[in-house]
T-cell receptor, first 116, second 114 residues
């Protein structure tokens, strides 16, 4: 499976600021996704990062709050904008390569965000 | 719409005893079913999946899961639990071919005592 890294691994931020999280994959993949895991909760899909076009957001998530970039097939960023304490979560990227018959999403190690 | 239910928030077993983590699902199409494990301060690790074929699938670390279509279940099992299996386990479903998105259950915390 692909090796996925995320930066930063954790951060503590002040409310009102923004943080950009990077996701790097060691091979080209078709699909990249961003999830949020709030404290003690399950994973919720934020959006699908589309290469060369705007991300596809799930209900309850908007581009102004969570802008996403995907400039190529191995890299994506998620920005958490104008942060509030409610944004304190683990943010995870995942990848799936539809070109190989694996139908499996693999996850990065996550970015632990605490907003004060 | 697709959904997953993990009816137990916590499962506690003694080391060496069988471990079962329950999962039921709801999809309109064909279910693709997955189990992931999350160790403290780590990301999600893929354990196993059911796509088609044999209802009993085997995965990493000695885990297996049985797909039961009539009961819409996909329970995770391990014949002999280890203390190192203590973690948070997530079941996930994908409604194939209608959707590529994963829906996750709430998670089950497994504690294996020595």
């Amino acid at each position: 499976s692909a090796v996925i890294s995320q930066k930063p691994s954790r951060d503590i931020c002040q409310r009102g600021t923004s943080l950009t999280i990077q996701c790097q994959v060691d091979s080209q993949v078709t699909m990249m996704f961003w999830y949020r895991q709030q404290p003690g909760q399950s994973l919720t899909l934020i959006a699908t990062a589309n290469q060369g076009s705007e991300a596809t957001y799930e209900s309850g998530f908007v581009i102004d709050k969570f802008p996403i970039s995907r400039p190529n097939l191995t890299f994506s960023t998620l920005t958490v904008s104008n942060m509030s304490p409610e944004d304190s979560s683990i943010y995870l990227c995942s990848v799936e390569d539809l070109d190989s018959p694996k139908e499996t999403q693999y996850f990065g190690p996550g970015t632990r965000l605490l907003v004060l | 719409a697709q959904s997953v239910a993990q009816p137990e928030d916590q499962v506690n077993v003694a080391e060496g005893n069988p471990l079962t983590v329950k999962c039921t699902y709801s999809v309109s199409g064909n279910p693709y079913l997955f189990w992931y494990v999350q160790y403290p301060n780590r990301g999600l690790q893929f354990l196993l999946k059911y796509i088609t074929g044999d209802n009993l699938v085997k995965g990493s670390y000695g885990f297996e899961a049985e797909f039961n279509k009539s009961q819409t279940s996909f329970h995770l099992k391990k014949p002999s639990a280890l203390v190192s299996d203590s973690a948070l386990y997530f079941c996930a479903v994908r409604d194939h071919p209608n959707d590529y998105k994963l829906s996750f259950g709430a998670g089950t915390t497994v504690t294996v005592r020595a």
